[in-house]
C-alpha cells in the first residue's frame, strides 16, 4: 500500500480539508505517521495551495531581496523577523494557536481591535453603542471600505463572518460569543443582538475570530481551506506567500483604510525553530527582530552594540498540564504533590535568569480577578511525600514528561523539575519530542505531562477560565479535568455585571482550580523581543498580538 493510501494518510488529508487540523504543522504530522509529505503537498498545490511549497515566485521574492537587512530593491522597506513558531492554520475561525493568532490580524481585521494597552478602539467600526440592557450592539462602520483585492466591503460579508464564527462546528471559539441571538448588517451598519448579557463581549468583536472576509470570494475560491492559504482580508498588509516551513511574506495593503499606514512594505517571516540559531540571525543581520529568545542570552544580547532587547508585559502561564484521565494523576493528591514539590523560585533563578514571578494559580499575575492572596504551591518536599503516601503512592510513581524539543528553556526547566520531583520518590522520563508531535499529543490526549504555555487573548478571565476549567470547551486545556462547579460559575461569570460578583466568581473557581491543582502552574514571564537598532516602533500588547502598523525600520 502507498503512503497516499494508507488509512493514516487519507485521516490527515480529510481533517485538512474539513478543518479538524488546529494547532498543528501538517506536514511535520505526517513525517510522525511515516508518511511521505509529497502526496500532500501536490493535492493542495493542485486545489491552488501554491503556497504550500516553494514556487517560481517565492525565488523571485528572495532574489528581489537585497542583503541589506530592512531594505530592499527599489528603496522599499522589508522587516525581517525570526519567528519560533511557524503558522499552522491561518483560518481565523479554525484556531487557537498563538502562532497564527498573533499575525493573523495583520492580514485580517473586524469591527474592534486592540490597542497596545490592550483596550479596544475603532477598526472597520467608525463608532459603536451598546443597549441599556446591554443586548444590543450597534456598528457604524467607516466609509468605502476595501478588502485587499480592491472590493467593497458588504454589510453581508459581516453577516457571513460572524455567523460562520458562532457555529461550534467551526472551531471552540465559538464559546467567546456566547450569548449570540443575531446579526443584521446594511453596507454602514452592523446590529448583533444577545439572548443574554456577555460581559467580555465587546472584547470578542476585537478578537481574531470575528474578523470579516469576503464571503463571495471564499465560495469562488473553493472553501476557506483554499482561501485560508492566500486570504484576502481588510488588514494593513497582504498574506503574498506562505511556504510552510520556511517563510511567510506580507506586502502592504493599497487599500487599506488607515491612511498613511503601515509604514514598512514588506514583512518577512521566516521560521527558524532552534534558539541558537534563531539568535545568531539577529545577531549576524540575517533578520532584524526575533521572538522568545534563549533567556541564558539575555544578559549578553543587552550588551551588544547592534540590538536592543524588549521586555512586554504579557498575560501569559507557562505550566505543566497534567493527563486527570490516567492514573495515578487522576487523584488530586498526586497532582497537589507535584506542585508542592517544585521550587519555583529556583526555577526561574536557574532555568529564567530570574526573568518572571512564581505562578500563584492558572489565571496570569496582574490580570483582571487574579487572587493574589491565594498562597499558590509553597515548596514543601514533605507535604508532598505526605500526599503521595496519603494517596496509596508513599513508595513513589513513574511519569513522562512530553517537552518540545525545539525549546531549549523547556527541556531545561523538565531536567530541573525531574531533579525536584526525584526527592519524593518520582521517577521521571522526559520525552523530547518535535513540535508537529508535541502539538498533535497535545490535541489527541496522548500524554502524561506536557510543557505548555497559554497566553490570554481577551483582557477578562472568561476565556481563560473556560478553556481551563470547563471540560466541554477544550477538556479543560485536554486535562480531562471536570467539575461541576466550575461549569457553572464559568456560565455565570460571563453574564454576571455586577464587578463584585464577578470577582467573587473568580476567585472561587482559582480557589478550586488550586484545590484541585487540573494543572500545574510555574511561572509568569514578560514577552522578550530581540531587535536590531535600526527597528522603530515594535509594539505587542500584554495579550500578545503584534502591533505593526506603526512599525518603522531604517
Same mark, same amino acid.
Given at each position: ?36 509529505? *509529497? ?8 486545489? #491552488? ?43 481565523? &475561525? ?58 467593497? &466591503? ?15 462546528? $467551526? ?16 453596507? *454602514? ?45 481588510? @488588514? ?8 510552510? @516551513? ?14 498613511? /499606514?503601515? +509604514? ?43 540590538? $536592543?532587547? +524588549?521586555?512586554? $508585559? ?7 498540564? &497534567?493527563?486527570?484521565?490516567? !492514573?495515578?494523576?487522576?487523584? /488530586? ?22 526573568? #518572571? ?20 504551591? %509553597? ?12 494517596? #496509596? ?41 518535535? *513540535? ?32 481551563? &476549567? ?24 460571563? !453574564? ?21 491543582? %487540573? ?23 500584554? +495579550? ?6 506603526? +512599525?518603522?525600520?531604517?
Amino acid at each position: 500500500m502507498g503512503a497516499s493510501d494508507s488509512p493514516e494518510y487519507q485521516k490527515l488529508l480529510q481533517d485538512v480539508l474539513n478543518g479538524r487540523v488546529p494547532r498543528r504543522q501538517l506536514l511535520k504530522a505526517m513525517a510522525a505517521l511515516g508518511l511521505t509529505a *509529497t502526496p500532500l503537498v501536490t493535492f493542495l498545490a493542485s486545489c #491552488g495551495g501554491g503556497a504550500a511549497t516553494s514556487t517560481p515566485a517565492a525565488s523571485e521574492t528572495a532574489s528581489a531581496t537585497s542583503t541589506t537587512t530592512g531594505q530592499s530593491t527599489g528603496g522599499a522597506k522589508t522587516f525581517k523577523f525570526g519567528r519560533y513558531l511557524d503558522a499552522i492554520v491561518p483560518d481565523p &475561525v479554525m484556531n487557537d494557536n498563538n502562532a497564527d493568532i498573533w499575525y493573523m490580524q495583520q492580514y485580517y481585521s473586524g469591527l474592534l481591535r486592540f490597542k497596545a494597552d490592550t483596550t479596544v478602539e475603532g477598526d472597520l467600526a467608525d463608532k459603536w453603542e451598546i443597549s441599556q440592557d446591554q443586548l444590543t450592539y450597534t456598528f457604524q462602520l467607516k466609509p468605502g471600505l476595501k478588502f485587499s483585492d480592491g472590493t467593497p &466591503v458588504k454589510g453581508s460579508d459581516f453577516v457571513w463572518s460572524i455567523n460562520r464564527a458562532v457555529d461550534p462546528k $467551526n472551531g471552540i471559539f465559538s464559546f467567546t460569543l456566547e450569548g449570540f441571538d443575531k446579526i443584521e448588517a446594511t453596507d *454602514t451598519q452592523v446590529v448583533i443582538t444577545l439572548k443574554q448579557p456577555n460581559v467580555p463581549f465587546i472584547y470578542s468583536m476585537a478578537l481574531f475570530n470575528t474578523v470579516v472576509m469576503p464571503e463571495a470570494l471564499v465560495a469562488k475560491t473553493g472553501g476557506w481551506e483554499k482561501f485560508m492559504l492566500q486570504p484576502v482580508g481588510t @488588514g494593513p498588509y497582504i498574506m503574498k506567500e506562505w511556504v510552510k @516551513g520556511d517563510t511567510m511574506t506580507l506586502v502592504k495593503n493599497p487599500n487599506y483604510w488607515e491612511q498613511g /499606514k503601515p +509604514l514598512v512594505d514588506e514583512i518577512l517571516l521566516k521560521y527558524i525553530p532552534e534558539d541558537n540559531t534563531r539568535v545568531l540571525a539577529v545577531q549576524k543581520g540575517d533578520v532584524d527582530a526575533i521572538n522568545f529568545p534563549p533567556k541564558s542570552q539575555v544578559a549578553q544580547l543587552k550588551t551588544d552594540s547592534n540590538l $536592543n532587547v +524588549l521586555q512586554f $508585559n504579557a498575560a501569559q502561564v507557562t505550566q505543566i498540564t &497534567v493527563n486527570n484521565r490516567n !492514573k495515578p494523576f487522576d487523584d /488530586k493528591r498526586v497532582r497537589q504533590a507535584l506542585s508542592y514539590a517544585i521550587d519555583r523560585d529556583a526555577l526561574i533563578r536557574t532555568i529564567n535568569f530570574g526573568i #518572571g514571578i512564581p505562578a500563584k494559580t492558572f489565571r496570569p499575575a496582574g490580570t483582571v480577578y487574579y487572587d493574589d492572596s491565594l498562597p499558590g504551591w %509553597p515548596y514543601d518536599t514533605a507535604k508532598a511525600q505526605g500526599l503521595l503516601k496519603d494517596a #496509596g503512592y508513599g513508595s513513589g510513581i513513574k511519569a513522562t514528561l512530553q517537552v518540545n524539543g525545539a525549546s531549549e528553556g523547556d527541556k531545561q526547566a523538565a531536567t530541573v523539575i525531574k531533579d525536584m520531583w526525584s526527592k519524593i520518590g518520582v521517577d521521571l522520563t522526559i520525552q523530547e519530542l518535535e *513540535t508537529g508531535l508535541w502539538n498533535d499529543n497535545y490535541y489527541n490526549n496522548k500524554f502524561e505531562m506536557q510543557i505548555v504555555q497559554w497566553t490570554d487573548d481577551i483582557p477578562d478571565p472568561s476565556e481563560q477560565t473556560n478553556y481551563a &476549567v470547563v471540560f466541554a470547551t477544550a477538556e479543560s486545556m485536554h486535562s480531562g479535568f471536570q467539575n461541576s462547579e466550575c461549569d457553572t460559575l464559568a456560565a455565570e461569570g460571563v !453574564k454576571e455585571t455586577d464587578p463584585e460578583k464577578r470577582k467573587a466568581i473568580y476567585f472561587r473557581i482559582q480557589e478550586i482550580f488550586n484545590d484541585e491543582v %487540573p494543572l500545574i502552574p510555574l511561572w509568569h514571564e514578560p514577552y522578550l523581543i530581540v531587535v536590531r537598532k535600526n527597528v522603530k516602533n515594535f509594539a505587542q500588547t500584554y +495579550l500578545g498580538t503584534y502591533v505593526w502598523r506603526d +512599525l518603522d525600520i531604517s
